[in-house]
């Protein structure tokens, strides 16, 4: 069974730099693809970034595109969400998400298993 759990949340200065992970306790890593999503207070939950079951297909929005990056480590079942050049803006709740299909991308119905979250704070 698919069990996540996010880290590396915290607060951090704008243009400082955070890294997110998010490790499947169940150890069914590696056949699914993995999505980062993220929500501010009152809006709602947006997709962040995407990574297929290979790692060889990445998505981002367009928001966070050349400062965040996606990357996956299938032997210790666990994805990476690197976030340089932070901005307040990016403050939100992260969660990573589960796809049993393997082929990740922006749709939150795609996304079978959630974490619990981690705030990002990014002050001013």
């Known amino acids: 069974q698919v069990q996540l759990g996010e880290a590396g949340g915290g607060l951090v200065q704008a243009g400082g730099a955070l890294r997110l992970t998010c490790a499947d306790s169940?150890?069914?890593?590696?056949?699914?693809?993995r999505g980062w999503f993220r929500q501010a207070p009152g809006k709602e939950r947006e997709f962040v970034a995407s990574?297929?079951?290979?790692?060889?297909?990445?998505s981002s929005a367009d928001s966070v595109q050349g400062r965040f990056t996606i990357t996956r480590d299938n032997a210790q079942t666990t994805v990476f969400l690197q976030m340089n050049s932070l901005k307040p803006a990016d403050t939100a709740v992260y969660y990573c998400?589960?796809?049993?299909?393997?082929?990740?991308?922006?749709?939150?119905?795609?996304?079978?298993?959630w974490g619990p979250g981690t705030q990002v704070t990014v002050s001013s």
């Open positions: 998400a589960t796809d049993l299909t393997g082929a990740g991308g922006s749709a939150l119905q795609q996304y079978d298993y």
């Open positions: 169940g150890r069914t890593f590696s056949v699914y693809a």
């Open positions: 990574i297929d079951w290979s790692g060889g297909r990445t």
